[in-house]
């Protein structure tokens, strides 16, 4: 049974911070890309970054690129976003996601920005 658990959602203040949490099990989970994206009401999902161990490749988008980072411990099994200055369209669930073959999905977890 894989597994994907997401925290540290919640409400926060325009120019504030979070960290999300995505713990994982069920898989290889160093051999899969993880990645976390959103979706606002209204919006598709996106993706707001990914993070492959194969050769520590780490992409963002637009839109968070020098707000967000994506970092891993493969050792436990975890990814962190820690989200800085965030920004009313941030607002979104988010959702842990990791893939190779096959991909997986956590949960999802809010957060609120609010001005």
């Known amino acids: 049974q894989v597994q994907l658990v997401e925290s540290g959602g919640g409400l926060v203040q325009s120019g504030g911070s979070l960290r999300l949490v995505c713990k994982v099990s069920?898989?290889?989970?160093?051999?899969?890309?993880v990645g976390w994206y959103r979706q606002a009401p209204g919006k598709e999902r996106e993706l707001v970054a990914s993070?492959?161990?194969?050769?520590?490749?780490?992409r963002y988008a637009d839109s968070v690129k020098g707000r967000f980072t994506i970092d891993r411990d493969n050792t436990k099994y975890t990814s962190y976003l820690q989200m800085n200055n965030l920004k009313p369209e941030d607002t979104a669930v988010y959702y842990c996601?990791?893939?190779?073959?096959?991909?997986?999905w956590g949960q999802g977890t809010q957060v609120t920005v609010s001005s």
């Open positions: 996601s990791a893939w190779l073959s096959s991909q997986y």
């Open positions: 993070h492959s161990s194969a050769g520590d490749t780490i």
């Open positions: 069920g898989l290889s989970f160093s051999n899969y890309v």
